[in-house]
């Protein structure tokens, strides 16, 4: 259970090698999509398909706004329990609700719940590396339009008190977003479902054939 728990973890993180440094949780969106980018290029950690690699020049993303770096309230959720969170394979992972952020945009009160994987809380090496951050999984009305349909993650670093800021301009696509099927993908749960256009973040990606929505 723990090699299968280990397995699903790497893939929900784009196959990160362990050598390779993270920034997940990292607030320094230049950085953040630079290191991407660059992990898009590496033959042995992208998600891309075959067919897509050769000609990949870059993630698409939105221009960097203000607008969608939002302070908020972080409320934790300690009495939580273990649940199980449906993955695009068919599977489910086992993920701990830690907490609610609560933030305002565009005038309208709105909520994200964070979690954290079973692995990273019983894998004293996961935890080492991505213990730091908090994984948020989240829907918003440009799914299917301008962004990838089944949703977009983020991941914020763990916030010190209640006092902290959600940046959407750090949003990324799933991995099952660039047409392979061997991922398995966390879907969000209904209780992350915005009702608000998220526009920051990563954009819907095409990949060869068919336009994924």
């Known amino acids: 259970m723990r090699v299968f728990l280990f397995t699903i973890f790497i893939l929900l993180t784009l196959s990160v090698s362990g050598q390779a440094q993270t920034l997940y949780g990292t607030s320094d969106v230049k950085a953040f999509r630079e290191w991407r980018d660059k992990e898009f290029c590496n033959p042995a950690e992208t998600p891309l398909l075959r067919e897509d690699f050769p000609k990949f020049k870059g993630l698409n993303y939105f221009p960097t ?7 908020a309230k972080f409320t934790k959720t300690p009495e939580e329990k273990y649940f199980l ?14 907490g ?5 945009l565009d005038g309208k009160e709105h909520t994200l719940a964070a979690y954290q994987s079973e692995s990273v809380e ?7 590396k991505y213990g730091h951050a908090y994984f948020i999984p989240f829907k918003d009305l440009t799914n299917g339009a301008e962004t990838y349909g089944v949703g977009r993650y ?8 209640e006092e902290t800021e959600i940046d959407f301009n750090l949003a990324f696509n799933p ?11 966390p ?5 992350n479902f915005l009702k608000a256009e998220i526009r920051a ?13």
Not at 65 to 71: A, G, M, T
Not at 100 to 104: G, I, L, N, R
């Open 122 to 128: 019983t894998n004293p090496a996961l935890k080492k």
């Open 85 to 98: 969170m449906p993955t695009s394979s068919g599977n489910s992972v086992k993920y701990v609700k830690t």
């Open 154 to 161: 983020l991941y914020l670093k763990i916030p010190e008190g």
């Open 201 to 213: 973040g990563e954009k819907i990606y095409e990949y060869t054939g068919i336009k994924t929505k």
């Open 187 to 191: 879907i969000p749960p209904k209780e």
């Open 65 to 71: 706004d203000e607008k969608y770096r939002l302070k």
């Open 100 to 104: 609610v952020y609560t933030f305002t």
């Open 175 to 185: 991995s099952c977003a660039y047409g392979s099927d061997r991922f398995s993908c």
